[in-house]
């Protein structure tokens, strides 16, 4: 389900590069239904790489999908003339770091479309700080966890309050069922966290604690 939601947010006809692409499924399936051009699969792990390639030569396609063993972008050369770049199943702050260390890489004109397990808040702080406005956000729900797909461009510099960090600035205006649902099950979390905080009698940090605080004040008023 989460590898089908991303792809529905790649463009027609891109050029691709899936960074951290696993078994190379999600290229793989986009060719198969000619929906893009051709693409990277770029892996840092020996046996990953392996599944991607052998993916790959499976569905007869070593003329479209390149896979390339590197780190993060270091898998993009300027000549693959990349128009999407998909980073999916990594923590947000690992996604922020991939894409910072390879900014070299990017060419600004590419859509990005992430799909972080948990970390939302530092990414978009990272895309706020680079320029690149958030298009379209998306949760969904699988076995149990909620998950976030981000779709962002690079434009004019534009500005997000601490809150639309925090929750997402499209998430926080059409507020959808899957979004209350997330908050309910994280503010009973973070309440739970405070409570086990105040049984503490030493080692908490304070900013710690003020910043859940906020964070659950931010929640409960959302969830109003």
């Known amino acids: 389900m989460r590898l089908e939601r991303v792809a529905a947010h790649v463009p027609a006809g891109a050029r691709l590069a899936d960074i951290g692409s696993d078994h190379g499924y999600l290229p793989v ?121 981000i779709v962002a461009e690079r434009g004019e510099p534009v500005t997000y309050t601490a809150e639309e960090l925090f929750f997402g600035p499209l998430q926080l205006q059409a507020r959808s069922p899957a979004f209350v649902s997330k908050w309910k099950h994280r503010l009973r979390h973070k309440q739970q966290t405070l409570a086990h905080f105040g049984r503490a009698r030493h080692g908490v940090c304070e900013r710690k604690v003020q910043d859940l605080k906020q964070q659950v004040r931010w929640i409960t008023d959302v969830l109003g």
């Open 29 to 149: 399936a986009l060719m198969r239904r000619g929906a893009i051009a051709t693409a990277v699969a770029g892996e840092m792990a020996e046996t990953p790489f392996r599944s991607a390639q052998r993916t790959v030569r499976e569905n007869d396609l070593e003329q479209q999908i390149t896979v390339r063993l590197a780190n993060g972008l270091m898998a993009v050369e300027s000549s693959d003339g990349i128009t999407a770049i998909t980073v999916c199943g990594m923590g947000g702050e690992t996604i922020r770091d991939i894409l910072d260390a390879g900014k070299a890489r990017l060419s600004g004109r590419e859509r990005l479309i992430l799909q972080p397990n948990g970390g939302e808040q530092p990414l978009r702080q990272w895309l706020m700080d680079n320029d690149y406005r958030i298009l379209c956000e998306e949760i969904l729900r699988e076995n149990r966890f909620d998950y976030e797909i």
